[in-house]
DNA sequence: TATTGTTATACTCTATAACTATA
DNA sequence: TATAGTTATAGAGTATAACAATA
């Protein structure tokens, strides 16, 4: 018996780039948590590392804004850096209230080879797309939401 | 006290599509999430019903495979739609495992206002973007993951 | 034996709210 | 009073695994 008598359509639903955009991100977000395992890294709390290697002795709520997640998400995910030792939490002179994050080098290597590898990961993920794609794809991704 | 006497940057991270995708996607959800909310419809559940409209007749098995989801996620899902009278659990003849799933009219109602109100979600999420440039961000999305 | 639908359970990610210590 | 960090809790969303009925 013919398993696929009849293809499932989706027509209904491709039209909205909405739903083309979750497609892509479901895809892309399973990929890359395979490839930043190997780091003992997750998603979140590699875009952390690079924030904070990109703006040191930056606070846990400067780090909460650009993240775009609440402040008490960001304890768990620095607790969580702080413990791979890949970022140190130093006091700040002046305000003894918080933290001023910064890198490890073990922190700096780490963030290297992953940056590498995810750029590897999106060399497989982006592989349908030429370079000039990849770039035209990521400007009208970072103009959403902007009326 | 400047508030934003150093503005916190992520250069290192804009860099990835996935991230662009990630935050594009984020906004996306959460202004589609509040606009189902009126028909009692998530994103899931709205991807279902078009589902099932555009292939009356699917089984739970197919859907879950079209949804890219579990069957036992279906389960939930078909509950909730059929529980708002949305669609309807008929029995196969030849088959007595399997359900074919149907929407009602009523289903069919929603699903026709659902679309259109989502077509206006994405107008004003999209508004940055043109015509022609939203048209090649979906062809773009849809390519991904497709080496 | 394989498939369909089901249930129970667990895991990930994130938000909310209440708290403390500082300012 | 306001802010930084913390804790506990809860809610989505989804996966895994075991199961009954049917093929």
Known sequence: ?????????????????????????????DDLG??????????????AL????????VSQSRLAEALHIERSGVVVLVDELESAD????????GDRRQYALRATPEGEAVWTRAEAAVHAHE???FA????GE????????????RG
């Open 1 to 29: 018996m013919a398993k696929d008598m009849q293809e499932i359509t989706d027509e209904n639903l491709r039209q909205f780039a909405g739903y083309n955009m979750k497609r892509a991100f479901l895809m892309v977000r």
């Open 34 to 47: 395979r490839t930043l395992q190997e780091f003992g890294l997750r998603m979140t709390s590699f875009s």
């Open 50 to 57: 690079a924030i904070i290697i990109e703006n040191p002795d």
């Open 86 to 93: 890949l970022i140190a939490r130093n006091r700040v002179e």
């Open 123 to 125: 060399e497989r993920i």
């Open 128 to 131: 349908g797309l030429g370079a």
């Open 134 to 145: 990849r770039q035209r794809l990521a400007d009208l991704l970072r103009r959403v939401g």
